[in-house]
């Protein structure tokens, strides 16, 4: 990239503050345009202002890079996303991935993408991680490599591939006026429901009323200063009566 800046780097050797800065650099510094991860980044990360991910190192689960792409494929995002597999070449498991991925993208184009929902149910009865260790200790031999290409494009055969959609989606529908009185319900439980600043209100007058001290440090944060010997028996709790406290919340 001609500049150090550039490019930014997940891992799980980062603490969670760390983190959370280079997420925030990649997502909003536009210096930056690379975000390099491993599976750190896998779940739990939204990176919708991306659009563009190339899986460098592949996961022996299928799983996984539903997970991974869902990091970009999210609510929010405005451009049409791509994902790029890099497969090792002349490799024995490379040939049994890249054959899985073939069968994935001819199925994908007939089913509208939808193979990416049930990745994970491909290979129930057995795991991808089997077949590509099974094509590292025998896949020089033709039969063993026939077969493990047939057990592939078995797990992504259309009927199954069909039947697997049918059972992840949902049967059960609300009717229109169900609906209605449970958007209602929400509303009205919404509409009830106690709002911090009444909260911080009640404890702010209830400590000064009984002698104690609250200074506002910065928003959203107090300083407890001093809590006054009558609110033990109030059912206060975490300091010694009369004592002075350091507490913030």
Not at 64 to 86: A, S
Not at 96 to 106: A, I, Q
Not at 113 to 118: E, S, T
Not at 160 to 172: D, F, V
């Amino acid at each position: 990239m001609g500049r150090p800046e550039a490019v930014v780097s997940l891992h799980g050797g980062l603490s969670r503050e760390e983190r959370r800065l280079r997420q925030a650099r990649f997502t909003q510094d536009p210096k930056v345009e690379i975000l390099v991860a491993t599976d750190a980044a896998g779940e739990g990360v939204n990176l919708q202002q991306a659009h563009l991910l190339v899986n460098y190192d592949l996961p022996w689960n299928p799983a996984r890079l539903e997970q991974r792409f869902g990091r970009i494929h999210r609510i929010g995002q405005r451009e049409v996303c791509h994902m790029w597999n890099l497969v090792a070449e002349n490799t024995r498991e490379g040939e049994v991935y890249l054959r899985l991925l073939e069968k994935l993208e001819e199925q994908s184009r007939d089913l509208g993408g939808r193979v990416f929902d049930v990745l994970g149910q491909l290979f129930q009865d057995q795991p991808l991680k089997e077949l590509l260790l099974e094509a590292i200790r025998y896949g020089e031999d033709p039969e063993v490599r026939a077969r493990l290409f047939r057990k592939v494009e078995g797990a992504v055969d259309r009927e199954r591939l069909l039947s697997l959609l049918e059972g992840a989606l949902a049967k059960e529908v609300l009717d229109p006026k169900r609906l209605k009185h449970l958007r209602e319900e929400m509303e009205r439980a919404e509409a009830r429901r106690l709002q911090p600043h009444y909260l911080t209100s009640f404890f702010r007058e209830a400590l000064e009323r009984l002698g104690g001290s609250i200074y506002l440090r910065e928003a959203g944060r107090m300083e407890v200063a001093y809590v006054p010997p009558g609110c033990g028996s109030l059912g206060c709790s975490g300091s010694t009566p009369g004592s002075p406290s350091t507490r913030t919340g």
